[in-house]
T-cell receptor, first 113, second 113 residues
Framework: EADIYQTPRYLVIGTGKKITLECSQTMGHDKMYWYQQDPGMELHLIHYSYGVNSTEKGDLSSESTVSRIRTEHFPLTLESARPSHTSQYLC????????????FGQGTRLTVV | GENVEQHPSTLSVQEGDSAVIKCTYSDSASNYFPWYKQELGKGPQLIIDIRSNVGEKKDQRIAVTLNKTAKHFSLHITETQPEDSAVYFCAASRNSGNTPLVFGKGTRLSVIA
């Protein structure tokens, strides 16, 4: 069982609201990632971090932002949610170096109405 | 950058039959190829991986083969069981500390009892 947690599991919010999706891991992993998963299954990397104070944008353009102030915590924030942000968001972490397993959280299913 | 193609997108097999999922990659420098299984309501979980210095790896009913020359790798599941029903993702990455995994689009496997 992976020690990576996402909250909330489900969230329904109104358009224009600011939200933060939480992700925490207790494995001491330096690398953390956020993926957006569409209904067609595909995983889109939207943000990643290789350590404290390091953040990078992924392949999919996203209006979200992330921060990495502590090793174990990698929150994702939407300043003004829109219906197009409705999706499943998955957080993952892995050890430094190559060839390391990525551990995924259970995901947050976000619905913007 | 790396591009990973995965086929088929959906696969149905009878219980007890074998299932094969194929992936191709574009970056000849990629040398790590993991496979993830995502069950309903959960995040993806690593089931097997292979490094480029190995052509085949087995773990009970699952095996992965790698053809570096052709830049393709495959997942083989033998004696399929209903609990094998899930979405499977292949991925590829370099052995560089700062290169995220690139995932295929996923295969939805259904094992019919």
């Amino acid at each position: 069982e992976a020690d990576i947690y996402q909250t909330p599991r489900y969230l329904v919010i109104g358009t224009g609201k600011k939200i933060t999706l939480e992700c925490s891991q207790t494995m001491g992993h330096d690398k953390m990632y956020w993926y957006q998963q569409d209904p067609g299954m595909e995983l889109h990397l939207i943000h990643y971090s290789y350590g404290v104070n390091s953040t990078e944008k992924g392949d999919l353009s996203s209006e979200s932002t992330v921060s990495r102030i502590r090793t174990e915590h990698f929150p994702l924030t939407l300043e003004s949610a829109r219906p197009s942000h409705t999706s499943q968001y998955l957080c993952a972490s892995s050890e430094s170096g190559g060839h390391t397993e990525a551990f995924f959280g259970q995901g947050t299913r976000l619905t913007v109405v | 950058g790396e591009n990973v193609e995965q086929h088929p997108s959906t696969l149905s097999v009878q219980e007890g039959d074998s299932a094969v999922i194929k992936c191709t990659y574009s970056d000849s420098a990629s040398n790590y190829f993991p496979w993830y299984k995502q069950e309903l309501g959960k995040g993806p979980q690593l089931i097997i991986d292979i490094r480029s210095n190995v052509g085949e790896k087995k773990d009970q009913r699952i095996a992965v083969t790698l053809n570096k020359t052709a830049k393709h790798f495959s997942l083989h599941i033998t004696e399929t069981q209903p609990e094998d029903s899930a979405v499977y993702f292949c991925a590829a990455s370099r052995n560089s500390g700062n290169t995220p995994l690139v995932f295929g689009k996923g295969t939805r496997l259904s094992v019919i009892a």
